[in-house]
């Protein structure tokens, strides 16, 4: 039987229970290692803690950040002046960016180191933020390094049409371009940068920045599914879309209905990567030859379902398609080893 004036015992049964903490005497409810011990059991909330614990240790300024910084939203429970004080909102802070919305003084909500800690777990911080701090654009550019969807509290117009900073942002950033000005979601250079950094940002292009060949090939060498949003224009360009399926065969997807069943641009396609298979037209998955193409890659023999279903009876071609795709395999292994080398 647990002797809870024993400081000892008490802190074993802490271990096992943090609720034990309830039984301790008075004066290991005052004791800060008994109660760093109880913080660190799940199932002990923070207002659990301040309950029990003495209440002088509870305006302890040293020890209230000890508190914080094993779980930051102790800060709500801690009293009024420790909830205004710096250093104590600092760590709770680092620790869970939602302590901030315990914050009441404007000056700490406007407080960058502040901000700029809590932002760094959860661009959310920002909803805390001072106005002030959001029409900061020194301020929202370190934001937006230190989390990259903090670009989305971007609250001024003013800052959403200034060419320099969006062009900065969105070099960290593409999907910030979301958040410019309908004038610089038509700016080449910026719509570069952006899809440099994330394809998928060309959604956010203008109609005309959509068609342009450079900035869709930029989208598609980081990432094949943004051919989905460039123009109806480039998806029927028999030239374009073969660079295109050539950076990323599943971009086929993507390419006009002409296109998919067009042997010369599903070739190139299944070349690069097996599942082009899925987004050729029917006529084409019974072409042997494209199919021994996309085999021979060694990328993905789970593709057999899309072949033509006379095909699937075809023992004989079975076996090429196993043989194209076991020489594919092993080019794909060999080439692995020669760039360990």
């Known amino acids: 039987m647990t002797n809870w004036n024993d400081k000892q015992e008490v802190l074993e049964a802490v271990k096992q229970d943090g609720w034990a903490l309830e039984h301790a005497s008075e004066e290991l409810r005052a004791d800060k290692e008994v109660i760093l011990e109880a913080m660190k059991q799940d199932e002990l909330d923070c207002g659990d803690i301040v309950r029990y614990i003495s209440f002088d240790l509870t305006k302890d300024k040293e020890f209230a950040i000890e508190i914080?910084?094993?779980?930051?939203?102790?800060l709500g429970y801690l009293p009024d002046e420790l909830k205004e004080n710096r250093e104590v909102v600092l760590e709770a802070v680092k620790q869970n960016f939602e302590a901030l919305g315990y914050v009441q003084s404007d000056e700490l909500r406007a407080d960058k180191e502040i901000v700029l800690a809590a932002a760094k777990q959860s661009s959310d911080a920002l909803e805390y933020a001072s106005e002030e701090l959001k029409d900061d654009k020194e301020f929202l550019f370190e934001a937006a390094k230190q989390n990259s969807t903090a670009s989305r509290y971007f609250s001024s117009e003013e800052l959403k049409a200034d060419r320099k900073f969006v062009l900065e942002v969105v070099k960290q950033e593409g999907w910030a371009l979301e958040y410019a000005s309908e004038e610089l979601r038509a700016d080449?250079?910026?719509?570069?940068?952006?899809?440099?950094?994330?394809?998928?940002?060309?959604?956010?292009?203008?109609?005309?920045?959509?068609?342009?060949?450079?900035?869709?090939?930029?989208?598609?060498?980081?990432?094949?599914?943004?051919?989905?949003?460039?123009?109806?224009?480039?998806?029927?360009?028999?030239?374009?879309?073969?660079?295109?399926?050539?950076?990323?065969?599943?971009?086929?997807?993507?390419?006009?209905?002409?296109?998919?069943?067009?042997?010369?641009?599903?070739?190139?396609?299944?070349?690069?990567?097996s599942r082009a298979l899925r987004y050729m037209s029917k006529e084409l998955r019974a072409d042997k030859e494209v199919l021994l193409e996309a085999f021979a890659n060694g990328r993905n023999g789970g593709e057999i379902h899309y072949i033509a279903d006379e095909l699937k009876n075809d023992n004989e071609f079975q076996w090429e398609l196993q043989d194209a795709y076991r020489r594919g395999v092993c080019r794909e292994f060999e080439l692995s080893l020669s760039q360990r080398a």
Not at 211 to 228: M, P, R, S, T, Y
Not at 247 to 269: F, I, M, P, T
């Open 188 to 273: 080449k250079k910026i719509l570069l940068e952006a899809v440099k950094q994330e394809g998928l940002a060309l959604v956010y292009a203008s109609e005309e920045l959509r068609a342009d060949k450079k900035i869709v090939l930029e989208a598609v060498k980081q990432k094949g599914l943004a051919f989905a949003y460039a123009s109806e224009e480039l998806r029927a360009d028999k030239k374009f879309v073969l660079e295109v399926v050539k950076l990323d065969g599943r971009a086929l997807q993507h390419a006009s209905d002409e296109l998919r069943a067009d042997k010369e641009v599903v070739l190139e396609a299944v070349k690069q990567h």
């Open 68 to 74: 914080v910084k094993q779980n930051g939203d102790a």
